[in-house]
């Protein structure tokens, strides 16, 4: 047989959902320390590792993730998803992404309610956060290099770094610094443009069922459909949703949002905890799939016009302005993330050590950084 006439194989649809599934879900076993960590974990896999698209369309897909409503750092695992393997991939990054955050707040959710208490995670989130910090340095200044391209953009983004540190709100500033932009740099090239148009759909989605748990479905599906920013804006939605109703109690709403803090991936896995307070594992699983629902269908409609935003002249200005904003939000999460975390030698030798491993020649993967960072600071502890 002429081994030479052999066609090379091509990978199939099935074997890239495979890939993508199984990459994400690694992904959110180790995804702590929020957004900025989750996607800077995501770089390390997605770019630096599988090349599956370029660091600038990576970048072009942060800017458009953090203009839409939902948690961006899972929304991005979407993406992702959608560029290896089409719409499939989006639903298989986005769920595999989700799980292991979701299985380990329901065990979480059924202990709590069985005995009242949540088991001690502080000595091994103790070395986790400065481990985090290194990661997310490295993914900026990689990201940085391809946002920052002229003069102009770093000092928006110096600008941008500001605002976000004296408490602008990042999708205000995103939006503020993307609008400027575009009008500067339009004004300053004087050169006409086709148009475009940047869509932001309205989700509408119901489910037929007429049990207690509907309420819990259609209560997270509002709070995911319109929810901008961090877990502290997360407890100002459902405070408002579920407190002022009587269907928890303040201190049972801190409670969850602790653990959605301190579990690994997304911190709206806060939602399954409290499903299952409210209605038990269908109360879990009915929260769960209203809150992040949102972001499936955002997504969805949102990837195919980021490309068409790149070829647009006037929307390339502004992609180009909310990539490096982003990457300014980026840096203020790192710079007040280390002020609260760098509190101590502990901190300062976990932190030190991660960033030898991620910057030196000896770089390992950020999910032993995880791991490692972990169980040293659980000894660190000791002494």
Not at 335 to 362: C, E, P
Request: glycine share 8%; net charge positive.
């Amino acid at each position: 047989m002429n081994t030479l006439s052999r066609k090379p194989k091509q990978p199939q649809p099935t074997n890239k959902l495979k890939e993508v599934a199984m990459v994400f879900f690694k992904l959110g076993c180790f995804a702590f320390g929020g957004p900025a960590a989750h996607i800077a974990m995501m770089e390390d896999e997605i770019i630096t590792k599988r090349k599956w698209m370029t660091r600038a369309h990576f970048l072009d897909l942060i800017g458009a993730t953090n203009l839409i409503p939902g948690p961006n750092s899972t929304e991005m695992t979407m993406h992702c998803g959608h560029e290896r393997a089409g719409s499939k991939g989006l639903f298989v990054a986005g769920i595999a992404f989700i799980i292991p955050a979701v299985i380990i707040t329901a065990l979480l959710a059924y202990l709590y309610v069985s005995y009242g208490e949540l088991p001690e995670v502080a000595p091994f989130l103790f070395g986790i956060k400065p481990a985090v910090l290194a990661i997310i340095a490295s993914a900026i200044l990689k990201l940085g290099k391809k946002a920052i391209k002229t003069t102009d953009l770093v000092v928006i983004g110096i600008l941008v770094l500001i605002a976000a540190l004296l408490g602008v709100h990042e999708v205000l500033a995103l939006l503020g610094a993307g609008v400027i932009g575009t009008l500067y740099f339009y004004l300053k090239s004087k050169t006409n443009t086709t148009k475009a148009i940047i869509p932001f759909p309205i989700v509408a989605s119901s489910l037929l069922l007429k049990t207690p748990v509907f309420k819990v479905f259609l209560t997270f599906l509002k709070v995911g459909a319109i929810l901008y920013g961090s877990g502290y804006v997360l407890f100002a939605y459902l405070d408002a949703e579920l407190v002022t109703k009587g269907w928890l109690t303040r201190t049972e709403l801190i409670d969850a949002i602790a653990v959605g803090q301190f579990t690994p991936g997304p911190v709206l896995s806060t939602a399954t905890f409290i499903g299952y307070q409210l209605s038990g594992f269908g109360g879990a699983l009915a929260a769960t799939t209203g809150i992040f629902l949102p972001s499936f269908l955002f997504v969805l409609i949102l990837n195919p016009f980021v490309s068409k935003m790149r070829s647009s002249k006037i929307l390339s200005y502004f992609l180009d302005t909310v990539n490096v904003a982003a990457v300014a939000v980026m840096l203020s999460v790192l710079i007040t993330m280390s002020i609260d975390t760098l509190t101590d030698w502990r901190a300062f030798v976990i932190a030190g050590i991660s960033a030898f491993f991620i910057f030196s020649k000896w770089k390992i993967s950020v999910m032993w950084l995880i791991a490692g960072g972990a169980i040293l600071g659980y000894l660190l502890q000791l002494i």
